[in-house]
């Protein structure tokens, strides 16, 4: 389906009339006039475009239910998202945007998943209480790990060393895995849900936060706690480290994203930015955030059907964009274009461009 043509115009929530017959459609739609930098930017002849996606915004369906999580793969060409449906879509960024692969063998919903760095392989977690490796170019299932008692809610792939993930369960647990290795190799036991992990950036300490608000640094030679971050008031929801590794977001039910210092020598007090503007709601979905790849600004979901991003040094909303008719579950940056991708309640995809000189 091409993009588009000059003069064509759709508001950013309708839907086109035009269907794939296969599952996956897409409809290329536009802004309305960009006001005061919040908005995306519009189709009109002689607007700059900022980015190689065929319209200024993609609407990418398919999916049978909520979206919950998407990522792009290390070299920005796909996405993977994860829904209630139980599926695993697979998509192009450029082109039509099609949906190329479903990946299926959960028996559950797809909470969240990960690309590992080299993007050879997705990392899936589902409250069928198992984490799932696959292969990316074949969509075959290679590694089923399956020890956890509870839902899974969370994942994570180490950036680089020894192919290394971990996961966070509602069975108070994080576990830790080797791709090469059958079986969980350490498990960090903790009294309440872990709802979010990550690792740090040398893939020598693990991040855990779940329903007792505290973010927790776990050292993995000595299998305990090195250090706690307090200062959410809420369930943690989401955690990603910085791009450079020495900053830690998290987002929490309490409607704050935080920044603390990871570095070795920083300051006791270490939470050293809060972002606020965005919703949490009743729903209590563990709605996710992320970095931009420069490190400059960060977005998050909403259950105010809005995809809010700040900037990180003045902390300002730079965008609040609508589109969503449910929960946007995650928002998330393309990691060499300034493209922002977001999934919600509405079982629809967004991609939208930015522009990059807006602070």
Request: charged share 25%.
């Amino acid at each position: 389906m091409a993009a588009k043509r000059e003069g064509e115009v759709d508001d950013l929530a309708l839907v086109s009339k035009r269907q794939r017959t296969d599952g996956g459609s897409l409809v290329p739609v536009r802004s309305p006039a960009s006001q005061a930098g919040n908005q995306l930017s519009t189709t009109v002849e002689g607007i700059k475009r900022t980015s190689s996606l065929d319209a200024p915004i993609m609407l990418l369906t398919g999916h049978g239910g909520a979206v919950y999580t998407m990522k792009f793969n290390p070299q920005g060409t796909a996405i993977a998202s994860g829904s209630h449906d139980k599926d695993i879509f697979l998509w192009n960024v450029q082109g039509d945007c099609d949906n190329y692969m479903v990946l299926k063998g959960h028996r559950n919903a797809v909470l969240d998943l990960c690309w590992t760095s080299d993007g050879q392989h997705i990392i899936s977690a589902s409250p069928d209480k198992t984490v799932r490796a696959w292969d990316a170019v074949t969509g075959k299932q290679i590694k089923k790990m399956a020890e956890h008692s509870l839902y899974v809610n969370s994942c994570s792939a180490a950036r680089r060393g020894p192919p290394l993930i971990v996961s966070g369960s509602d069975d108070g647990t994080a576990k830790l895995w080797d791709m090469r290795h059958r079986g969980c190799i350490q498990t960090f036991p903790d009294k309440y849900q872990v709802t979010a992990v990550a690792f740090s950036d040398g893939a020598d300490k693990i991040f855990s936060g779940g329903i007792d608000n505290d973010i927790k640094v776990w050292d993995l030679r000595k299998n305990e706690v090195a250090m706690k971050l307090q200062g959410h008031t809420e369930t943690i929801t989401s955690m990603q480290l910085s791009p450079d590794g020495s900053y830690l977001l998290t987002n929490s039910m309490d409607c704050t994203l935080r920044i603390w210092d990871m570095r070795p020598y920083a300051p006791q007090n270490r939470c050293v930015k809060i972002f606020t503007g965005h919703q949490h709601n009743f729903e209590k979905n563990l709605l996710r955030c992320n970095w931009s790849p420069d490190g400059q600004k960060v977005t998050s979901g909403s259950a105010d059907r809005m995809v809010y991003v700040w900037d990180t040094t003045s902390r300002r909303i730079l965008y609040k964009l609508p589109g969503h008719s449910g929960s946007v579950n995650e928002a998330v940056f393309h990691p060499k274009e300034p493209i922002i991708g977001s999934c919600g309640s509405d079982k629809q995809i967004y991609l939208g461009e930015i522009d990059p000189t807006v602070r």
